[in-house]
Each structure stands twice: as structure tokens, then as C-alpha cells.
């Protein structure tokens, strides 16, 4: 298997969206004009490719972007910097090779050393066991939780110290 990470491109927002859309509801749904918001503003957008194929790719956010994300807002209310990993999808061939992981690693390794904390959510109205457990063993614990829409969605919100070696090594 021949992989590799790098930057998001304009012309792979297409791709992106399209898997993106596979893997709703355990990642939001968006359009291509919320896609190329994020090309423009996120502060980590790169996809893992396996073969040259897009097999995985993550949005990432710091603190003082103009998103309106509730669950981006929780973390800002609550800490004033963090890495946080908005959204991230694996295609379903490319699964059990490790890319969410490495694109977690090649996230951290993005933002200065001052940064000491890496932020997300995850589902749990509906459940999202297998996202838990891969967070859990990812060094992840929650801190909150936020409810949406009447009650009928609810997400852990998560975090993991960076300043600490957890159990999984790039």
C-alpha cells in the first residue's frame, strides 16, 4: 500500500464532499460551498490518499476563525487555544490502515508547541461506538457534552493533553 499525506487541493473538494456525504450522520452534512469555506479557512485541511486515491481526509480549527459550528463555539467558550478536529472521514476501502490516525499525528504536528490541547466530538445520540473507542485509545476523554436539535442529537466533546504521550505512537 502506497500512502501519503498532503494538502487539500480546489480540485479535490469534489472527492471530499462526496465522502463526506458517505459518512453522514457521524459527520455533518455540508455543500460544496461549505467545502470551499473550508479550503479558504480552516487552519489544517489534508487528506490521506492511498494509491493516489483520496482515502481520508481531515478539517482542523483553531481558535478565532469566524465558524459558527456550536460545537467549535463550546471549545472556544471553554479554552482559549486548542487544535480542533471539526470533521474526518476514511473511505471504507481504506479502513484499519491506520490514515485517521496519522492524520490526528500529522494535525498535532501542525500547530505550535504552545498548543496543548486537541479538541473534538463525537456522537452519542446516535452512538458512535467505534468513533469512541478509537478516540479513547487515541488518548481522548470527555470533558462535556452539547445537545442539538431538540434533543435528538447528542456529542461527547472531547479532548486530549498533547503534552502528554498517550498510547498511540505515529
Known amino acids: 500500500m502506497d500512502w501519503e499525506i498532503c494538502d487539500v487541493e480546489a480540485s479535490d473538494l469534489e472527492a471530499v464532499l462526496t465522502l463526506n456525504q458517505t459518512e453522514v450522520p457521524h459527520v455533518g452534512s455540508v455543500d460544496l460551498d461549505k467545502m470551499k469555506w473550508f479550503a479558504a479557512n480552516a487552519a489544517y485541511f ?7 486515491q483520496l482515502a481520508a481526509y481531515l478539517i482542523g480549527m483553531r481558535p478565532g476563525t469566524a465558524y459558527e459550528s456550536l460545537n467549535y463555539r463550546w471549545f472556544c467558550d471553554r479554552y482559549d487555544d486548542f487544535a480542533y478536529v471539526d470533521r474526518i472521514a476514511v473511505a471504507e476501502f481504506a479502513r484499519r490502515y491506520g490514515l485517521a ?5 500529522d494535525f498535532a504536528r501542525s500547530v505550535p508547541g504552545s498548543v496543548g490541547i486537541m479538541t473534538c466530538e463525537v456522537n452519542i445520540k446516535p452512538p458512535n461506538e467505534t468513533s469512541m473507542r478509537f ?6 476523554r470527555q470533558v462535556g457534552s452539547l ?24
Open 46 to 52: 489534508r487528506k490521506a490518499t492511498v494509491d493516489k
Open 101 to 105: 490516525s496519522r492524520l490526528y499525528d
Open 135 to 140: 478516540h479513547e485509545k487515541l488518548g481522548f
Open 147 to 170: 445537545t442539538h436539535d431538540d434533543g435528538e442529537k447528542e456529542v461527547a466533546m472531547l479532548l486530549k493533553d498533547l503534552n502528554v504521550q498517550g498510547p498511540h505512537k505515529a
